[in-house]
C-alpha cells in the first residue's frame, strides 16, 4: 500500500514536498516514480528514483525545479517542488515500479498506485 501526502494550495513561485510511505518490508527493493494527471489528460511521467537513491530522471518540465528522494529506513519516498508554475496543478501519484530494481518513464511498468494527492498553484 502506498500512501500520499502533503499536497495543497500555493502561489506560484512555493514549495510544496509531497511523502509517499509504503507499507511491507521490501521497500529498498524496487525502484520509485512519481507522476501527475492534469484534469481530462493521461497519468504523465515526473520522476523516478533507484532503489538505493544514487540515480534519479526527472521529466523534462520538472528538471530543475523538482527534486526525488527517498529514505528506505522510513519506507518513504518524496518530491521536493520548487518554484511551482500553474501548470504544475494537477493529482500527484506516487508508484512502485513492477519492474524491481529499475523503473521507466512508462506508468504501464508500475504496478502499485498511492490514492494521489492534489497540488493546486494559483497565479
Known amino acids: 500500500q502506498l500512501v500520499e501526502s502533503g499536497g495543497g494550495s500555493v502561489q506560484a513561485g512555493g514549495s510544496l514536498r509531497l511523502s509517499c510511505v509504503a507499507s511491507g518490508r521490501t521497500f529498498s527493493s524496487y525502484a520509485m516514480g512519481w507522476f501527475r494527471q492534469h484534469p481530462g489528460k493521461e497519468r504523465e511521467f515526473v520522476a523516478l528514483i533507484n532503489r538505493f537513491g544514487g540515480i534519479t530522471y526527472y521529466a523534462d518540465p520538472v528538471k530543475g525545479r523538482f527534486t526525488i528522494s527517498r529514505d528506505n529506513a522510513k519506507n518513504t519516498v518524496y518530491l521536493e517542488m520548487n518554484s511551482l508554475k500553474p501548470e504544475d496543478t494537477a493529482v500527484y501519484y506516487c508508484?512502485?515500479?513492477?519492474?524491481?530494481?529499475?523503473?521507466?518513464?512508462?506508468?504501464?511498468?508500475?504496478?502499485?498506485w498511492g490514492q494521489g494527492t492534489q497540488v493546486t498553484v494559483s497565479s
Open positions: 508508484a512502485k515500479s513492477g519492474k524491481g530494481i529499475t523503473a521507466t518513464d512508462s506508468p504501464s511498468d508500475y504496478d502499485y
